[in-house]
C-alpha cells in the first residue's frame, strides 16, 4: 500500500490567530513584574518561545532557569485566560482539518507552545480526535528553524517525513520544514507579511484558499 499523505500543522497563527493575545498577555505578565515590551520588541520576537525571549530581553533579571519559568508561566496563563474568554479561531481551520482527515491524510500537530495552550486551541476547535500525533513544546529540546518538532510530529503520524506537508505562519517554521525535508505552505497571518515567507512552497493568505486535492498536489511535485 502507498504511504499515506500528511498535514502537519503548527499553532499560533495557524489554527488561531494569536497574535493580538499574545501581545496583551506579555503586557499584562510585564506589569506584574515591573517589565516592559514594546511594540518593536514583540514584533521581532513573535513566534520565538517565552523562555527564549525572556533570556534575551531580561536575562538580568532571570538569571536561573527556575525564574524565567515563573515569567513563562504566569505570562501563559493570561494568554489561555484570553483564548478560554474570546477565542479567535483561524478562519476555515476546522473545515480543513476535517476534509483531510475524511480524504485520509494523517495529520498532526508540531508546535513550540505549552502543551496547555496547544490542547485549548484543539478542544476549542473541537479536533483534538483528528490528531494522529500532537508535539508541544515540553517534548524537543531544539526549537525551531531547528526541526526536531516535524520529526517527532511525522514519527507520530506514522508517517515519513518525505511524505508530509506543514502548514507554517513564521520564516523559521518554514525553515525548520524543510529541514526535516518537508514540503512547507506558508500562511501570511496577522504580523507576518508575504515577502517574509516566500520560501514555502505555497503561500496563502487564508485556510479557505487550501483543500486535500491542493495539498495532495503539492506534496506530489518533485
Known sequence: MPTPPAVIFDVDGVLVDSYQAHYSSWQSACREWGLEMTQDQFVATFGRTSREIIVELWSERFPTPELVAQLDDRKEEWFRDILRRDFPGMDGAAELIYELQRAGFALAVG?????????????????RSA?????????????????????????????????????EDAPVGVAAAHAAGMKCIAIASTGRVRESLLSAELVVDSLRELNAARIADLRARA
Open 131 to 167: 490528531f494522529r500525533g500532537v508535539v508541544t513544546g515540553v517534548d524537543v529540546q531544539r526549537g525551531k528553524p531547528d526541526p526536531q518538532v516535524f520529526l517527532l510530529s511525522a514519527e507520530r503520524a506514522g508517517v515519513e517525513p518525505r511524505h508530509c506537508v506543514v502548514i
Open 111 to 127: 508546535s513550540s507552545g505549552p502543551p496547555d495552550n496547544v490542547y485549548l486551541v484543539l478542544d476549542r476547535l473541537q479536533c
